[in-house]
């Protein structure tokens, strides 16, 4: 059953205006025409380097963007900036902690907050107890010992659980994680992951997980999709993508994911250049600039997501049923 559906989603910001005569720039795409959706309980994880788009997508699943074109449902309900009905439904887990907690507050009440906004309890006793569950479910047991205390008192693995209560507390359907764990320390890291999948199995809860780290979508995802300049590059079953990788760009990430193995030769794919600027996207395939393997039809023609096996998608036009995954051999 699809929770979340996506269609052809267009997200675009306005150029700014520079020089002396107030010249605008060209219109950035941020998210360039996504289509996907989120299954009940499904983790599904999109992968990617900063300023591929991201962040402005799980915005926009928020409702904190207006998209340019395109529809997003939820459970069938259109979720737009006007659409608060949808703000307790879905909820969103920030990169940034610290940032997130008010910090003249105490745990008890930034928790308390979001009932209170939604008016979902005017019992303080029931309100309370509400706290507390999402406290616990959050890993931060018992509530006691952080329910009077401010954010600046806590660990930053604590403070991420904080927000995760904060969310966890309307009881939503759907959770927006971006970024969740690249603040926090590795010793730590594993610790959210693993609540996150409690999470999914314990509440039935969907989770769009957004990262950079490869590694940390293998640890979670059920699905990944690889975003490069406002759209996706490759999307299927974790398994598939990750050992079978199809798309230049998803097999230069998956080359410099850590072997634990010394005795394992590994073939580092290391790409030239720095991503081009989404205002002014190059002709054609999009990666072709940094691609190594691309083609001169690869600067002309711009590729479409095609099926290679089950569930399984990529939009390169090198890419076959039978993919090669040693890019210098390719």
Not at 64 to 75: A, I, K, Q, V
Request: net charge positive; aromatic share 4%.
């Amino acid at each position: 059953m699809s929770l979340l559906t996506v269609q052809d989603l267009h997200v675009t910001f306005p150029g700014k205006s520079t020089g002396l005569f107030r010249k605008q720039s060209a219109t950035v795409k941020a998210v360039d025409g996504l289509t996907f959706d989120i299954q009940l309980g499904e983790i599904f994880a999109i992968v990617g380097e900063s300023g591929c788009g991201k962040s402005t997508l799980a915005n926009t699943l928020a409702g904190l963007e207006t998209p340019r074109m395109g529809s997003l449902t939820f459970d069938g309900i259109p979720i737009t900036p006007q659409n608060k009905t949808l703000r307790r439904r879905i909820q969103m887990v920030f990169q940034d902690p610290y940032e997130s907690l008010p910090p003249s507050m105490t745990i008890q009440q930034i928790v308390a907050e979001p009932l209170i906004v939604h008016n979902l309890t005017s019992n303080p006793t029931e309100r309370d107890a509400r706290v507390r569950r999402a406290l616990e479910d959050a890993g931060l047991n018992p509530p006691e010992s952080v329910l009077h205390r401010r954010p600046h008192e806590l660990s930053g693995g604590q403070r991420q659980r904080v927000v995760i209560a904060s969310a966890l507390v309307l009881e939503p359907e759907l959770l927006l994680a971006d970024e969740p764990v690249s603040m926090l320390d590795v010793s730590i890291r594993a610790g959210i992951l693993n609540l996150f999948d409690n999470l999914r199995k314990t509440r039935n809860l969907s989770i769009l997980l957004i990262t950079h780290d490869l590694s940390t979508a293998a640890h979670l995802a059920d699905r990944i999709a690889v975003m490069y300049l406002g759209r996706f590059v490759e999307m299927g079953p974790t398994h598939a993508v990750l050992n079978h990788p199809t798309h230049p760009y998803t097999k230069a990430l998956c080359s410099v994911v850590p072997i634990p193995d010394p005795r394992r030769r590994h073939n580092w794919a290391v790409l030239q250049g720095d991503m081009p600027n989404a205002a002014h996207l190059p002709t054609g395939c999009r990666f072709h600039p940094r691609c190594p393997i691309a083609k001169p039809q690869c600067k002309t023609t711009d590729p479409d997501l095609i099926t290679i096996s089950n569930q399984h998608t990529t939009a390169c036009l090198l890419a076959s049923p039978n993919p090669i995954t040693n890019l210098k051999n390719t």
